[in-house]
Structures are given as structure tokens and as C-alpha cells.
């Protein structure tokens, strides 16, 4: 049994909003940025906090993404534009507008990957953010 449990078609993924697909990527990669942190650092958890908002901050993900957008397969890369697409009427205060787009675009990979269990591309690309 799965500790939790994901949608299990891909169909069914692709109804969903692609700012759902970020809502679920955005736990993932913050998820796995704090886990790489507390494997690989000594850092106590404010300081742990302090580093892994370098990572999950919008402008680090619109970044990340543009950085590994030549490794995207032709569907990843129209999951990419639907997300960067979606209507979102939140803007954080301190962030671009540009990056923040980007940045949902890029959560919203991860968490599409996640929910249709595509663990090895997910895992791969994760890999990837962590390398740039």
C-alpha cells in the first residue's frame, strides 16, 4: 500500500487545472529540496529554512526550469506551457510576474510527474534542479 495515495490515470491528471499540478509539485519539490538539505548539511532547521528557500524561492524555480527545459521530453515541455499559461490571480508581492509564471510552470512538471507516477522521469529531474 502506497503511504499516499495519487491519482492513478493519466487522463484523469490531465482534467485536472494545471495549478492543481503545481499546488501537488510545489509540496513535492519543497519536500525533496529539505530532505537533500537535512542528508547532505549539519545546518540546524533555522538555517535549513534560510537554504531551502534559496531553492524554492519563484525566481530559483523560473530559473531551474529555463536551465533543463533542453532535457524535457515534447510532453513535458506542453505541460510546461500549459502551467506557464494558467490563470492565476495570486502574485506574491515580491516576485516577478515573469518568474512566478515560470516558476508555476515548473511546479506544475513535478507535481503532473508525481501524480501520474512517473517516478523515474521525476526522479531524474529532480536530480537535474539539484546539479544546476
Not at 530532505?35 to 534560510?50: R, S
Given at each position: 500500500m502506497e503511504l499516499i495515495e495519487r491519482v492513478k490515470e493519466k487522463e484523469e491528471v490531465n482534467l485536472l487545472s494545471p495549478l492543481t499540478w503545481a499546488y501537488v509539485g510545489d509540496a513535492i519539490y519543497e519536500l525533496h529540496i529539505r530532505?537533500?538539505?537535512?542528508?547532505?548539511?549539519?545546518?540546524?532547521?533555522?538555517?535549513?529554512?534560510?537554504e531551502s528557500i534559496k531553492y524554492v524561492k519563484a525566481k530559483a524555480q523560473a530559473d531551474l526550469l529555463k536551465q533543463i527545459m533542453p532535457e524535457l521530453t515534447d510532453e513535458?515541455?506542453?505541460?510546461?506551457?500549459?502551467?506557464?499559461?494558467?490563470?492565476?490571480?495570486?502574485?506574491?508581492?515580491?516576485?516577478?510576474?515573469q518568474d512566478y509564471m515560470y516558476s508555476t510552470a515548473f511546479e506544475g512538471l513535478i507535481g503532473f510527474l508525481y501524480l501520474t507516477k512517473q517516478d523515474d522521469r521525476l526522479k531524474k529531474i529532480l536530480e537535474l534542479c539539484i546539479k544546476e
Open positions: 530532505t537533500t538539505l537535512v542528508n547532505k548539511t549539519k545546518l540546524k532547521p533555522h538555517k535549513l529554512h534560510i513535458e515541455k506542453e505541460i510546461v506551457r500549459r502551467g506557464r499559461n494558467a490563470e492565476n490571480h495570486h502574485l506574491p508581492k515580491n516576485a516577478d510576474p
